[in-house]
């Protein structure tokens, strides 16, 4: 794993911070994109500099902006030469109420959570190839069992999932692309009650929340310790899925 490079999408911050962590342990370089989060982005990478040096530097873009995507991806490999894995982790995230659904909901929530890692990926693929490498999309539960007041974003993720298995049927056998679907990981930053974070707690079978590191775990497993498997999305949601 030494000297390999991935590119993490919104990695300044909560899951994808804690994906970007745990590659880096195991001998990743790691280009951390951010979008406005550029402190912690910013210390992330120092954070991992001082650990070993030259390993790790901060790619900023708006994902929206398709104009921003191959620049972005040429930062990288100008850096270090090559590109092993790419982790569409960037996601926006908020309810959609039948009633108050407009256009810009649409362009946002299907932007990030799809568009982007359609046409990320599209653009990696060559780097990719060169490295018989890797592409992991963070998922969700809810891209199969419907969310309530969160239409666009659980098409979004619908989306993703499928995106995920055609690209791994196209871009076998030279790149790997598989999927990780969170359920109860972190509670959403915007409100969330504790009665409703208890009934979700309830429905899993383990009766408790997961932490950031069960998904960077699973992406890391997914990547170097499954090379037979393609086209699979791992649910890491406590048997949540289970009882939906």
Request: with cysteine.
């Amino acid at each position: 794993m030494q000297n390999k490079v991935a590119l993490v999408t919104g990695a300044a911050r909560r899951i994808g911070a804690e994906i970007s962590r745990q590659l880096h342990a195991r001998g990743y370089n790691i280009a951390l994109h951010y979008r406005s989060s550029s402190e912690h982005a910013a210390g992330l990478c120092e954070q991992f500099n001082r650990q070993r040096e030259n390993s790790a530097m901060i790619v900023q873009a708006d994902l929206l902006e398709m104009d921003a995507l191959q620049p972005m991806l040429d930062a990288v490999v100008n850096q270090w030469q090559r590109l092993d894995l790419l982790v569409n982790n960037a996601s926006t995230f908020y309810a959609t109420p039948v009633g108050s659904m407009n256009e810009e909901h649409w362009q946002d929530l299907l932007g990030s959570n799809l568009k982007a890692p359609l046409f990320l990926s599209q653009a990696a693929v060559p780097y990719l190839k060169k490295q018989y490498g890797n592409i992991i999309n963070i998922v969700d539960i809810h891209a199969e069992r419907p969310m309530k007041e969160h239409t666009m974003y659980c098409v979004a993720k619908a989306g993703l999932a499928m995106l995920t298995k055609s690209l791994a049927k196209e871009l076998g056998p030279d790149i790997r692309v598989n999927g990780v679907a969170p359920g109860a990981i972190l509670w959403p930053e915007n409100e969330m009650d504790e009665a409703t974070q208890g009934l979700i707690l309830e429905r899993t079978a383990l009766k408790c929340s997961g932490e950031p590191g069960d998904i960077a775990s699973a992406v890391a497993f997914l990547v170097e310790d499954a090379c037979y498997i393609t086209g699979h999305i791992l649910p890491v949601d406590g048997g949540r899925s289970l009882n939906i």
